[in-house]
């Protein structure tokens, strides 16, 4: 059981980057599923997630328009890769992002808020000005 994350990297202000999310070891379709990030001094905040239940997909409101997360489609039921495609990043989008599985993601603030089971180890964004 394990979430491997990559695609991490330094990009300047403005730029995109797509994160991957490998998923392994569980049904990965039963469970929500998402990222996390946290900045240098600053609380973990949730970011965007898919929850299991007809794959609704929720965002934080500074993630809103500008990040969108995907999955593959996989056949194999005890494998998945999700994506967080992130396009005009700022340097407050700086940090290090995880995947996560978890439940009862909600907004909270301009954030999400979830009860998580599962992190990955994240993967570092750097945003130059």
């Known amino acids: 059981v394990q979430l491997v994350e990559s695609g991490g990297g330094l990009v300047q202000t403005g730029g995109s980057l797509r994160l991957s999310c490998e998923a392994s070891g569980f049904e990965v379709d039963m469970y929500d599923i998402g990222w996390f990030r946290q900045a240098p001094g600053k609380s973990r905040e949730g970011v965007a997630c898919i929850r299991a239940r007809y794959g609704v997909k929720l965002y934080a409101e500074f993630a809103e328009g500008r990040f969108t997360i995907s999955s593959d489609s996989s056949s194999d039921i005890m494998k998945k890769t999700v994506y967080l495609e992130m396009n005009a990043l700022k340097p407050e989008d700086a940090g290090v992002y995880f995947c996560?599985?978890?439940?009862?993601?909600?907004?909270?603030?301009?954030?999400?808020?979830?009860?998580?089971?599962?992190w990955g180890k994240g993967t570092q964004v750097t945003v130059g000005s």
């Open positions: 996560a599985v978890g439940a009862a993601w909600v907004p909270r603030g301009n954030s999400l808020t979830a009860s998580i089971d599962l």
